[in-house]
């Protein structure tokens, strides 16, 4: 057995070992997923090669493993049930994407998770950028957001004249909108138009890339080429999306209460959080873009990142 298997077998209760390759087992899942406790072996692991697959065959909760692939949320969600310890989860993650870097993926393999946005419009009359009046270029020239992705509409609704919009995609197509006020005074400060669970960024990660960047807000994400989550909290559904890219996810929360609640989400799914060393008047990740550049801020975030609950918890306390 490989150590991901290894750490499964040895944390499962007493099982039976069919003929077929299934070993039996209480499944562990039911009574986090609305059901009683299963107390007929409703649970059931298999091994084929390398890889791992579990199966309820009473609440459906199904997860598993291949080499190639990074360990799921729904994965790390049973090794948590079975008992792992969360240190021994955070190897695991790391010991996937060691594995990851040496396995090629058959193109035949599918996705262990996949979700489909619908299209939707972006505002009446949207023009790029370079077409907006002095003003809204030269904030966001202030802001250090990619003026080539921006756009601008002389209308009316929600105040789009004084917004610079951001177009929301998914898998090259345009699903949504946000604009954003360029007056403090502007209320909302941000026009949202796109579909619930929809995590801003996954498009633009690169394929050769070590770590993700996640963050809440979207200016925050174009301006590092990170992730963001729309919110101060992260969901299921976003967070399976965030883990498809399959390398090492690291969070750098906003310096402010909402922050704290993003950190609670990472540490839930098992994510490294970044806590840079920036001075105190830069509150986030486009503050400090703004104030020491691009390449010096990622450097400072991948140098900071924590993947210890106990030191996480710690540092948190300073923010």
Not at 137 to 157: F, I, V
Not at 175 to 185: F, L, M, P, V
Request: one cysteine or more; proline letters at 4%.
């Amino acid at each position: 057995m490989n150590s991901i298997q290894q750490v499964v077998f040895d944390n499962l209760p007493r099982v039976k070992r069919a003929p077929s390759g299934w070993h039996s087992f209480n499944a562990v899942c039911c009574h986090h997923n609305g059901e009683g406790i299963d107390k007929r072996g409703r649970g059931g692991i298999i091994t084929d090669g390398e890889s791992i697959s579990y199966h309820c065959f009473n609440c459906g909760y199904k997860t598993g493993w291949k080499p190639g692939r990074h360990i799921s949320y729904k994965f790390r969600k049973l090794l948590d049930w079975l008992g792992v310890d969360e240190n021994e989860r955070q190897r695991l993650v790391v010991e996937a994407l060691r594995i990851k870097e040496t396995v090629v993926i058959q193109e035949e393999d599918e996705p262990e998770f996949t979700i489909e946005f619908p299209d939707r419009k972006l505002p009446e009359g949207c023009v790029p950028l370079a077409d907006a009046p002095q003003e809204i270029q030269d904030y966001a020239q202030a802001r250090c957001m990619p003026g080539g992705e921006l756009l601008w509409s002389n209308t009316r609704p929600g105040r789009m004249y004084r917004r610079i919009i951001i177009p929301c995609t998914w898998n090259g197509r345009v699903i949504g909108s946000t604009a954003r006020g360029i007056d403090d005074d502007t209320r909302p400060k941000y026009f949202n138009n796109y579909e619930n669970n929809y995590v801003y960024g996954i498009d633009r990660q690169v394929d050769s890339g070590k770590f993700s960047i996640v963050c809440e807000g979207i200016i925050d994400a174009m301006t590092i080429g990170g992730i963001a989550t729309l919110t101060n909290r992260c969901n299921e559904t976003q967070a399976q999306i965030i883990d498809t890219v399959g390398r090492e996810i690291v969070l750098v929360p906003d310096r402010d209460s909402a922050g704290q609640a993003l950190i609670d989400d990472a540490l839930e799914y098992g994510w490294s959080v970044s806590f840079p060393d920036w001075e105190s008047d830069v509150k986030d990740i486009n503050a400090a873009v703004v104030r020491y550049g691009k390449l010096y801020t990622l450097k400072s975030i991948i140098d900071a990142k924590q993947t210890s609950r106990l030191k996480i918890n710690l540092m948190r306390k300073r923010w």
